[in-house]
């Protein structure tokens, strides 16, 4: 073990601590240790220089990761593939004869009125699988027991799940993003890409546009996140159409149907960038907070990824081909509210398979996942960003 006298480091500490002496360059290479890869010569004792130290304590890295991303995890089952989801028009009103009988006219009441049904299918999934292999035999001569060696199995299997969660949080946000794509290309698009994100449209509501058409002063994407006055705007905008979801409409699905959401059905994902920017301009500055608070919602850090530091033009990014077909790259996107049908994660399928080498005594488990995942254009999505004219 490597001894080092640190009496003269801790003087200094002291008297800066107590306020005797000015703050000065300390030398921690010598008292934080950041760890080796492999232990080297160098750890024998400081008695007869001949013992290697041995190892008094092993702590295992097993910290489950529970992910970041809205739950859309549905259900399965066990025959078929097809998710079949039917839904009926509403049907129009007609003159009602009761108030309008005249003398020796028939009234005919055996007319047929078919119902308007439609049904949609979604037949296809993505899978994946982890595989990872373990051994007994050959790693024990590493542990001093057997409780270390089920803490160090322990830790693998852990590692499998979080690398699990990582990417099904990172197929859920996909999902999500097709359908933003999916309503740009429809609201503010030709159906193949956007060339003009300064527009807006009752899905794919441009809040910037919209704040400096009633604004004395214009703001732009670089500055409008640091105004208090437009995060207030972009709150109450937000909580306005969480109103007007729920009340039956065409306006806010791609398929014009007839829907609405109620509020305990609506998911509001909001991007932390505007959430947190919405509780520090506005909700903490503010009596009955409660009134002007953001509709319930969860948080994600980014739609796509965080870029190399988290920058708002990386984090507020899609930059997809959708399933339709268009190309959309679009930044400033500051959240979406949609309807608990309109996305999903069906027909799950999580298993394990293990195979055993019994030539090389280890055996490999298969961490396998199947899912569809889903967008139906015919429900409720709203798009909130913000773009001004390049």
Partial sequence: ??????????????????????????????????????????NLDNYVKKLVNHIGKVVFVNRVYSGGVPSLMMDSWEFGSILQKVSADMPSATENDSWKLENNVSYDADVFYQPSVTAKFFNSKVTFEIPLSFTELQIKESFSNREQLNGFISMLTTAVENSMTVKLDALIMRTIN??????????????????????????????????????TTDLTVSNCMQSPEFIRFATYTIGLYSDRMSKVSKLFNIGEKERFTPKDMQITVLLSDFSKASETYLVSDTFNAEKVALPKHESVPYWQGSGIGYAFDDVSSINVKASSGGVVDASGILGVSFDRDCIGVSNLDRRVTTNYNAKAEFFTNFYKFDAGYYNDLNENFVVFFIGDAT
């Fill in 1 to 42: 073990m490597k001894i080092t006298q640190v009496h003269t480091l801790l003087a200094t500490i002291t008297s800066e601590i107590l306020g005797t002496e000015t703050v000065v360059q300390e030398d921690l290479s010598n008292v934080v240790d950041i760890g080796k890869q492999i232990i080297d010569s160098d």
């Fill in 178 to 215: 097709n359908m933003i794509a999916e309503t740009f290309l429809n609201s503010i698009g030709d159906g193949s890409v956007v060339t003009d994100y300064s527009q807006t449209s009752v899905k794919a509501v441009n809040i910037l546009t919209l704040y400096n058409e009633s604004a």
